[in-house]
C-alpha cells in the first residue's frame, strides 16, 4: 500500500508539472495519429493483390499493429521518461540520492515520471483493437487473453530496456543503447510469419518481438501457447534485470566518494 501511495503522488506530481503545457497532448496525438497511418499505409501496401504473409488475414494483421501501437504508449508514458534518465543520473551523480531515498531504487526509476503524451497511443491502440475484433468478432474471452499475453509482452518489454539503461553504471556514454532496442521492436508491427526463416528465429529467440506483439494476437485468435511460456519468459526476464541492476549496484562509485 505504501508503494502505491507513492505511484499515485509519482503520477499526481507528473500530471501538474505536464499540464503547463497542455498544446503538447494534441501534439502528440497528432504525431500518433500519423504514426498510425503510416504503419496501416505500410501494411496495406503488404496486402495488396491478395497476398496473406504468413497466413496472416489483414484483419489479423491489425491485432498485431494494434499490440504494437499499445507498447508504443507504454514506452512514450514510462519507459522512455524513466529508463532513459539513468544514464542522465549517473552521469550527474543524482543517482546517489535516488539510492538514499527509503525506497527501492528500481521502482524509483521506473516510476517516477509519468508523460501524458503518450496516451495518444494507448487511445489509437485500443480503438484498432476493437475495430479489429469487431471484425473478427472476438468475443469477451478472447479480449481477455489478448489482455493476459500483452501484459505479458509488457513486462516483457520493461525488463529488456531496464537491463540495457543498467549498463550505463559501467559504461556512462551509452546515449542511443536503448535506441537500438526501440528500432529493432519496429519490427514487431508486423506478424513475425510474415519474415523469413532467419528473421522469425532471430525475432523470437534473440530479441523475443514475437512475445510483444504476435503472440498476444495469436492468443486472441485462440492460436496462442500456453500462458507459462510467455509469462515465464517475462518473469525470468524480470528477474534478471532486477539482479542484473543489484549486481551493477555493487560497482557503482558514488560521484561524492
Do not use: C
Request: charged share 10%; hydrophobic share 55%; proline share 4%.
Amino acid at each position: 500500500m505504501r508503494y502505491l501511495r507513492v505511484l499515485r503522488l509519482f503520477l499526481l506530481t507528473s500530471l501538474a508539472a505536464e499540464m503547463e503545457y497542455r498544446g503538447n497532448f494534441l501534439l502528440g496525438l497528432l504525431s500518433s495519429l500519423l504514426t498510425l497511418f503510416g504503419a496501416l499505409f505500410g501494411l496495406l501496401l503488404l496486402y495488396q493483390g491478395g497476398y496473406r504473409p504468413g497466413g496472416w488475414a489483414l484483419e489479423e494483421a491489425l491485432l498485431v499493429l494494434a499490440a504494437f501501437t499499445l507498447l508504443q504508449g507504454l514506452a512514450s508514458t514510462l519507459l522512455a521518461p524513466n529508463l532513459n534518465r539513468i544514464v542522465e543520473h549517473v552521469q550527474q551523480g543524482t543517482l546517489d540520492f535516488v539510492l538514499l531515498k527509503p525506497l527501492d531504487p528500481q521502482f524509483w526509476l521506473s516510476s517516477r515520471t509519468f508523460s501524458p503524451w503518450g496516451l495518444g497511443d494507448f487511445l489509437l491502440g485500443a480503438g484498432l483493437l476493437l475495430y479489429a475484433g469487431a471484425r473478427l468478432e472476438l468475443s469477451p474471452g478472447d479480449y481477455a487473453r489478448f489482455a493476459l499475453y500483452f501484459a505479458f509482452g509488457a513486462l516483457t518489454l520493461y525488463s529488456l530496456w531496464f537491463l540495457l539503461a543498467t549498463t550505463s553504471i559501467w559504461f556512462v556514454k551509452i546515449y542511443n543503447v536503448t535506441e537500438v532496442l526501440r528500432g529493432l521492436l519496429e519490427a514487431g508491427r508486423f506478424p513475425v510469419g510474415a519474415y523469413p526463416a532467419l528473421y522469425r528465429v532471430f525475432f523470437t529467440f534473440v530479441v523475443p518481438v514475437a512475445f510483444l506483439t504476435t503472440v498476444p494476437a495469436e492468443a486472441a485468435l485462440g492460436r496462442g501457447e500456453a500462458p507459462f511460456l510467455a509469462g515465464g519468459l517475462a518473469l525470468l526476464l524480470f528477474l534478471l534485470a532486477r539482479g542484473f541492476f543489484r549486481l551493477a549496484l555493487r560497482s557503482y562509485t558514488s560521484a561524492s566518494s
